[in-house]
């Protein structure tokens, strides 16, 4: 199995991004997909989960500005963000499990190299 990550860039406050995880080895319809990020300094931390069954969930950092999809025709989970703020500059990564709880707690089984994304001021 093998996420790949990409989209990610250099852009200003207030604009926008659309990164895309490609999966091989796995369809993502049958697993929860979710993105993270781990800032410098920082601890990787959850930012969108879709599960198996389309539903969605959100970190109170994100919410309303990040959307998270998933395209069955390509295998691919994806995460449009809108808005973006400075503080929003990280590396960025694609994750899946069968386990939902699992995927939360940044304990999937399946993980993307990273994409960074930088957000100027």
């Known amino acids: 199995v093998q996420l790949q990550a990409s989209g990610g860039g250099l852009v200003q406050a207030g604009g926008s991004l659309r990164l895309s995880c490609a999966a091989s080895?796995?369809?993502?319809?049958?697993?929860?997909g979710g993105w993270f990020r781990q800032a410098p300094g920082k601890e990787r931390e959850f930012l969108a989960r879709?599960?198996?069954?389309?539903?969605?969930a959100y970190a109170g950092s994100v919410q309303g500005r990040f959307t998270i999809s998933r395209d069955g025709d390509k295998n691919t989970l994806n995460l449009q963000m809108n808005s973006l703020k400075p503080e929003d500059t990280a590396v960025y990564y694609c994750?899946?499990?069968?386990?939902?709880?699992?995927?939360?707690?940044?304990?999937?089984?399946?993980w993307g190299q990273g994409t960074q994304v930088t957000v100027s001021s």
């Open positions: 879709i599960g198996s069954s389309g539903s969605t």
């Open positions: 080895g796995l369809t993502f319809r049958m697993y929860d």
């Open positions: 994750a899946a499990d069968v386990s939902a709880s699992k995927l939360r707690a940044l304990l999937g089984a399946y």
